[in-house]
């Protein structure tokens, strides 16, 4: 086996189609599927723990986990279908139990659910059957299963009642069923009518409550089965009508009548406050529990815009799959239909007024399949590209996301430069090469190449190589000329791969085909065809020497010099790529089931090799990076894998190359600038918010200086009050304690005739009672005589009774043995009789045997009948003795009813003597309470009349700080008006000053259009003017040829060939100075509105800055008022809180005053009762 193991060590995507694919382990780990993995993420380590999937799964279809958040199931789809329940405390998630359905054949469990107690599991099987199922699964024991629905109404959730282990809720289309496990049987204890609702999820409210989403966005309240009402969504005040029942015909009515466009609930999730739902695509209502026993919308949370997105996929228009709750309630979790997971923190929901938007759990995810991968030599970084429009630039150390752009286009492949600085992206119209900025994927060159499915650079990152279907292209990175096209393909190249030297190039296709190149030449060194086989991956070994490959004839081939040296026998699986290890010792490969293959190199004769289950769709690219540390999987379920690669002692890989990673990243020349524009306005903005700090301050500090000073002499007056106030309160309480005295002694009088009374009634009562007690105990011990007596007498009765019975029985027995002796002598006689007949008369004697026969049968039935009779008379007897014996019995139990009577009328004395010690120590407590209260109620008095007083002080202040208030906050209003005029003027002035700028730049328009005919004017007058210059001199060079007439004759003709041109164009200027003039009129003219209009703007420029000086003076005084009248208000405010609490303390004590009066009133009366 190989040497070299691969972990699986960090995984990037979610997989999508499994219901309830994400729950909470604890506060900070959650379990959600990827690939053919369940991960546990602890989002605060980022650090990942993997569940693996069996291996021979079809894919998963459910998660559940109990409620005590220690066990995980699965179910996987299979020719037989099970449930696997996961121990999660165990490290490596130990598997416990798998639950199957016994001799049941099930193909899939759509959903599942844990009891509360955690101790029961249900599995909803498929159609066509959709049959219910419950486990006692630590046992693996089915213990019923019940048919939920038929096959056009498909179930999309159960449930357990988290109050009730033995209730469960089934919902579904058209469906909506209780049941409850009793007597070893599930029986359906509800029948609502909902056959044409369509139920997508539900939740437990309480132990009868149920509310379930419908895919018409209605929630549907149901109490103990049946429908009673529905919330209403749309607004935010939700009414409910709880009085009496929905009309059923109204529900179904409204479901049939709604649109497509109507939002669908697709998850609902209750907690301690009331239930989150999903409302339509990409958001998620809050509802909150009244006093009303109803739920009020109280918050919407949103799934936020992307802005790296395009229009046609928004981030916002994602449906919500899944929602979970933290077990502490402090986060809330969700799973979208596009393979992404949020999260949000109640505690910001509850602080934060304006909307509120999610976040990403992890980081954000392809939705689609991966078709490319790619990683660089300078930077710890892969480039994915996939069929939902993006690239995604990944950080395989730092397990984030560093880029991710969205384009219009489906990304067919992606190359990584070796520096990490640039990337080649292949569309299916051209090849981008882009820059990777800071903070933006930009492109920077387009190459006509369509339809790129493979592209990648060389190592020295001069050069890079395109497929465009069976031909590859060669690229110069420096000059980006087409260098080579590598031509010999038939069919579509599916694999590229560059020599370390960049010296070789080697490609396969799906003609079967494998070519090594020379990237110098453009010729073929070695090639190796086998037309039965369609390759989909190709390698180059760690010494370039060999090349691997594999394809669709299950085998991993190793090609050396047009030859297969070695071949890996084939397996049941189709190997769909290949990496090789640059440390040379093992080759990993993957596979169309999703799992990756190790195999140890030189490659083995058999069938040797380390297994691991990775991805649920086929493998489309791996990678293994430069130092050998990690090795990259893609695949076409949207999932990116990171595997640790190292050897069985758990070590990492020593690699020969010393790689450095370098921190350089690529900034615009435009963005720096901006960031730097951006930097010194904020440090301006900081300095001016600081002066402004510093002389808010200053203000405020000297506001409340002089509010200390108001406030000392305030509280000093109040004090000299209060002091008179004592001095009147020391008087009243001498007054009250005099009184107090007199009333304790007429108390005390009392008292004590109050005791007397008592000694007195209650000695009478004793006595009473004593002589009912030796009352009943004569009557108890005449009742023992009399039911002895009463016993012999039965004895005596049932004896003789007896003695009669033998007596009679005997004698009828004796009769009925004479009987039978005299039968028998007489048939002696009859047959001696027949004897000498049958001698006699032989005709008659078979008539004469039958009659005797008759006869003797009859006798035989009447002495049966006798017997019979005899016997029922025994039975009877034998009952009366029965019922005899049962009243002797019942006798003794009443003489043992009587014995505890006496027994509990003797306990009764007891304890009525024990009460009346009782009643004397309460009656010497009362007397020392009754002091104690009395010393209290005094007291108390005191209290409520300072507090009165009080009171009276407070309200006469609340009413002045009102009256105070009132005109300040009218002069708010007014400025506030003021401020508004203010406003509409500037916008009237700017309104004004973009027109006159528009017709500025008109005339400067036209001015410019002027000058332009000006220049082309004068260069006409010099043009002429250099003509005269010329003519003249040719005339005078004529002159000299007068004497001549030929030759003159000659030179004038000359003269007049040459500038007959140009006295046309005279001619021409002649009739165009007209045209000049009104030119150069018009010219003037606008000259002079031109001017005119400057001197305006100026003035209205001057104008405006005056006005706006003005505006700003008036708004900053303005704003210093207000805030001076917002700090009076909140401390008038405060102050009012004050008093009002002060209030309430005064209330109290005086509503406790009358009840602790009333107290020693009502204990005398309580003790006379009793």
């Excluded at 497929?467 to 690229?475: C, L, R």
């Excluded at 690669?645 to 435009?670: A, F, M, P």
């Excluded at 009877?876 to 009577?901: F, G, H, V």
Aim: charged content about 30%; glycine content about 4%; overall charge neutral.
């Amino acid at each position: 086996m190989a040497a070299v193991v691969a972990q699986s060590h960090f995984i990037f995507g979610l997989r999508t189609g499994v219901r309830n694919n994400l729950c909470f382990v604890d506060e900070q780990t959650v379990v959600f599927p990827s690939g053919n993995n369940c991960v546990c993420y602890n989002t605060v380590q980022r650090c990942q723990r993997f569940i693996p999937g069996s291996e021979r799964s079809q894919g998963m279809r459910a998660l559940a986990i109990s409620a005590n958040r220690r066990y995980l199931a699965v179910s996987e789809c299979a020719d037989k279908a099970t449930i696997t329940v996961f121990d999660l405390q165990h490290e490596q998630g130990r598997r416990r139990k798998n639950l199957t359905t016994g001799d049941m054949l099930v193909q899939e469990f759509v959903c599942m659910a844990f009891s509360p107690d955690s101790k029961y599991l249900i599995g909803q099987t498929g159609g066509p059957d959709w049959v219910l199922i419950l486990w006692l699964w630590e046992k693996q024991k089915v213990l019923a299963t019940v048919k939920t629905s038929n096959s056009n109404n498909p179930v999309t959730q159960v449930s357990f009642n988290p109050y009730n282990n033995m209730q469960l809720c089934v919902s579904g289309t058209g469906v909506f069923k209780l049941f409850r496990y009793s007597e070893g049987a599930l029986k359906q204890s509800s029948f609502p009518k909902v056959e044409s609702i369509n139920f997508l999820c539900h939740t437990w409210m309480t132990a009868e409550r149920v509310i379930a989403g419908t895919d018409t966005g209605r929630l549907l309240v149901f109490e103990s089965g049946d429908l009673r009402r529905e919330i209403n969504v749309a607004s935010k005040a939700v009414h409910e009508q709880c009085g009496r029942k929905v009309d059923m015909k109204k529900i179904k009515d409204a479901d049939v009548d709604q649109g497509p466009n109507v939002p669908r609930i697709t998850a609902i999730l209750s907690y301690a406050k009331g239930f989150a739902c999903s409302l339509g695509s990409g958001t998620v209502c809050l509802f909150e529990k009244n006093e009303e026993d109803s739920y009020r919308r109280s918050r919407e949370i949103r799934i936020p815009p992307d802005p790296n997105s395009n229009e046609l996929t928004p981030a916002e228009c994602q449906e919500i799959d899944t929602m979970c709750i933290s077990p502490a309630e402090e986060t809330l979790a969700i799973s979208t239909d596009r393979g992404q997971l949020y999260s949000i923190s109640m505690s910001s929901v509850e602080i934060k007024e304006e909307h509120v938007h999610f976040e990403f759990l992890s980081q954000p995810f392809h939705s689609k399949s991966i078709t490319g991968l790619s990683v660089c030599i300078r930077k710890p970084l892969v480039a994915t590209s996939s069929l939902d429009h993006s690239v995604r630039i990944w950080n395989y150390e730092t397990k984030v996301l560093e880029l991710y752009k969205e384009f219009q286009e489906e990304a067919h492949s992606v190359a990584l430069h070796p520096t990490g600085l640039f990337i080649l992206v292949g569309f299916s119209d051209k090849l981008r090469l882009m820059n990777l900025l800071i903070d933006d994927i930009r492109t920077f060159k387009d190459f006509t190449v369509r339809s790129c499915r493979e592209c990648a650079f060389s190592h020295g990152g001069h050069m890079f190589a395109a497929v465009n279907g069976n031909v590859i292209h060669i690229y110069s990175v420096t000059s980006f000329e087409n260098i080579l096209n590598l031509k010999g393909h038939n069919g579509k190249v599916r694999g590229i791969e560059w020599s370390l030297d960049d010296s070789r190039l080697v490609s396969c296709g799906m003609d079967g085909a494998v070519y090594e190149w020379n990237t110098q030449t453009g010729k073929r060194e070695s090639e190796s065809v086998l037309k039965s086989c369609s390759y989909t991956g190709v390698a180059f070994s760690s010494d370039c020497k060999t090349i691997l490959a594999v394809g669709t004839d299950l085998t991993l081939k190793e090609i050396q010099d047009c030859q297969v040296l070695r071949e890996v026998p084939a397996d049941e699986v189709a190997h769909t790529a290949v990496a090789v290890s640059h440390s040379g010792r093992v080759v990993f490969t993957g596979t169309s089931s999703g799992t990756i293959r190790a195999i140890k190199y030189p490659l083995p004769i058999q069938k040797e090799w380390l297994m691991y289950q990775a991805h649920c769709g086929p493998v489309t690219k791996m990678v293994i990076t430069f130092d050998d540390q990690f090795l990259l999987t893609v695949s076409e379920d949207g999932c990116l894998l990171m595997w640790r690669i190292i050897d069985k002692e758990g070590r990492g890989l020593k690699s020969n190359r010393q790689i450095i990673h370098t921190e350089e990243i690529l900034v615009t020349k435009l963005d720096l600038e901006e960031k730097t524009q951006n930097m010194l306005e904020l440090k301006m903005r900081l300095e001016e918010l600081q002066m402004e700090n510093e002389y808010q301050l200053r203000l405020k500090d000297m506001n409340h200086n002089e509010k200390m000073k108001e406030m000392s002499d305030k509280y000093t007056q109040e004090i000299e009050s209060m002091n008179t106030v004592q001095q009147v309160m020391k008087t009243e309480k001498e007054k009250q304690q005099r009184e107090h005295q007199e009333r304790f002694a007429e108390v005390t009088v009392k008292h004590s005739k109050e005791l007397k009374d008592f000694e007195l009634s209650y000695s009478q009562k004793l006595i009473v009672e004593h002589e009912r007690y030796q009352d009943l105990q004569h009557t108890c011990q005449r009742m023992q005589q009399d039911h002895e007596k009463q016993l012999k007498a039965e004895e005596e009765s049932r004896t003789q009774a007896l003695e009669e019975l033998t007596q009679l029985y005997e004698a009828k027995l004796q009769e009925k043995t004479q009987l039978l002796a005299q039968c028998r002598e007489d048939a002696q006689q009859q047959i001696r009789e027949f004897k000498e007949m049958i001698r006699q008369v032989e005709e008659d004697k078979e008539r004469r045997i039958h009659d005797i026969k008759i006869k003797h049968e009859r006798k035989l039935h009447t002495e049966k009948e006798t017997n019979t009779n005899l016997k029922g008379e025994t039975g009877i007897m034998a009952q009366k003795l029965y019922s005899l014996q049962k009243q002797i019995d019942d006798r003794c139990t009443d003489i043992n009813k009587l014995k505890q009577e006496r027994q509990r009328l003797l306990g009764l004395i007891r304890s009525l003597e024990s009460d009346i010690e009782d009643l004397k120590r309460q009656i010497s407590g009362h007397e020392k309470t009754n002091q104690d209260k009395d010393k209290t109620i005094s007291s108390l008095k005191k209290k409520n009349q300072v507090l009165e007083k009080l009171k009276f002080v407070l309200d006469f202040q609340l009413n002045e700080l009102k009256k105070q208030t009132e005109p300040q906050q009218d002069d708010i209003n007014e400025k506030k008006e003021r401020i508004n005029q203010l406003q509409d003027e500037l916008v009237q002035i700017d309104k004004s000053n973009t027109q006159l700028k528009l017709t500025v730049s008109d005339l400067r328009l036209k001015l410019r259009t002027r000058d332009k005919e000006m220049h082309k004017e004068m260069q006409k007058v010099k043009d002429l003017e250099t003509h005269l210059q010329r003519l003249k001199s040719d005339l005078h060079n004529c002159v000299s040829f007068i004497q001549e007439p030929r030759k003159l004759k000659e030179s004038v003709q000359k003269i007049y060939s040459c500038y007959m041109q140009g006295d046309d164009n005279l001619e021409k200027s002649s009739v165009d100075e007209d045209i000049q003039k009104a030119f150069c009129h018009q010219r003037d003219h606008l000259q002079r509105t031109v001017n005119s209009l400057q001197t305006r703007l100026a003035k209205s420029a001057e104008e405006h800055e005056k006005a706006y000086a003005k505006i700003m003076k008036e708004n900053v005084h303005l704003i210093t008022e207000n805030n001076e009248l917002r700090k009076e208000l909140r401390s008038s405010r405060t102050q009012a809180k004050e008093y009002k609490a002060q209030l309430a303390t005064c209330k109290k004590s005086s509503k406790s005053r009358p009840n602790s009066e009333d107290g020693p009133k009502k204990e005398p009366k309580y003790e006379d009762a009793s």
